[in-house]
């Protein structure tokens, strides 16, 4: 499928380009690398308890499974995505000062429902921007995606740090303060004119893509993903608090999870180096088996007498159980996806782990008021289903790849 052709301004390029993305993903993840770690801790220091906190998490995640691909594709049709990009920052920053309302159960799941719908398109839109930018102009995406992650692991370290000093009462200023600044990067973000191509997770590429992929491998790979993807749902939802419960503190806390990222971002640089040359189902499986391992070791940390340290230990496992099964989904499409359905392939994928993730996320809540820190165990047979389905898209794999080209530049 051929591109429209490139207008005379669409082929000047803006000044500073590498650096304004780099400012708008640096912005983008600060309110994220807060909002994971230490939103439920907030929610349990208002009084929610543990099947209201995953009710909470949950309903906003089956909410923008369907409206982020209708919104990218809205920003697909402006006359340009970054105007669309700045107005749902500015919505975000308005809707989380609900958080600063009296906390009532209806009025935070309220707020959260609402924030879910503008917030979750901000990084599939600067993606699209930052690759227009590869496209046309031959930049470097992870040079600027990269500041996405520093900026993640510094929210991770330094919202930790402060919470220690403040409670978690800081949470909604810091990620009302982290979304102001997005808005400040947004309103500098290069003008790229209309879209050559759909947004990532456009409802429009999926509509017209979605049939042609819908063969059995992809399916199986892709569920198979979401699943395993799913069984970590137990802990981005209540660790902090399982950790907050056995005595660790705020500043620890965050250190623990930007271990994690730093592990993870050891696995994208080194992963070439390593894996090269293994399959991508055998990479999947690794993953899954990985999930495994962190499920099972998880409750056994501390009535072991391993302390923080063996927290640390199997936060490192976050490079085998997320790092891998990110690159490993992606290693799938670039190799059996054509170029120019891309695009749908992101969005069925990022519906299935939405729609899963979301599921076992609401039934955490149950698990952890009952078993506590046991209920890691739970995630083990998700990690397995999950682990069956990459077995039956082995089983059903094409014979060699059937990717378009992918010599972007990264």
Known sequence: MSLPPLSPEQLVKPSHFELRMSLIFA???????????????????????????????????????????????????????????????????????????????VGVLAVSLLLSIPWTPHSPMADSLALSGVRRFGSNYTA????????????????????AATGPQAVPVII????????????????????????????????????????????????????????????YGFVSIYWKSIGIGDSVVGLLWAWGVISEVCMFLFFNRIFASVSVVRVMV???????????????????????????????????SVAMVLIGLQKMIGETVSEERTGAAQGIAYFFNGFFMAAVTLASGPLYDRLG??????????????????????????????????????
Not at 184 to 195: K, Q, T
Not at 300 to 318: E, N, S
Request: with cysteine.
């Open 27 to 105: 912005t983008l993840f600060v309110s994220q690398g807060t909002h994971l770690p230490y939103f439920p801790l907030w929610l349990e220091a208002k009084g929610f308890h543990a099947e209201q906190i995953a009710v909470i998490l949950a309903a906003p995640m089956f909410l923008r499974v369907v409206t982020t691909p209708m919104l990218t594709a809205l920003a697909d049709r402006a006359k340009d995505r970054a105007n669309v990009y700045i107005a749902l920052v500015a919505a975000t920053m308005i809707i989380s000062a609900g958080y600063f309302l009296p906390a009532t159960y």
């Open 286 to 320: 690794i993953a899954g088996m990985g999930s495994i391992v962190r499920w099972i070791a998880f409750p056994l940390v501390w009535p072991l007498g391993l302390g923080v340290a063996g927290f640390f230990g199997v936060q490192t496992l976050h490079s085998v």
């Open 144 to 163: 600027m995606r990269k500041w996405g992650s520093i900026s993640y692991f510094c929210a991770n370290v330094v919202g930790g740090f402060i919470l």
């Open 176 to 235: 009302f303060v982290a979304l102001a600044a997005a808005l400040v990067a947004g309103l500098w973000a290069p003008r790229m004119g209309r879209p050559r191509k759909a947004s990532p997770l456009s409802a429009t590429d999926i509509q017209h893509s979605a049939p042609s992929l819908l063969n059995a491998y992809f399916l199986y790979f892709t569920l198979g993903v979401g699943i395993i993807t799913a069984s970590h749902a137990f802990l």
């Open 373 to 410: 820190v046991d209920g890691f165990l739970a995630m083990i047979p998700i990690a397995i289903a999950g682990l069956v389905l990459i077995g039956l898209a082995a089983r059903s794999a094409p014979q060699r790849p059937v990717g378009g080209d992918t010599s972007d530049p990264w």
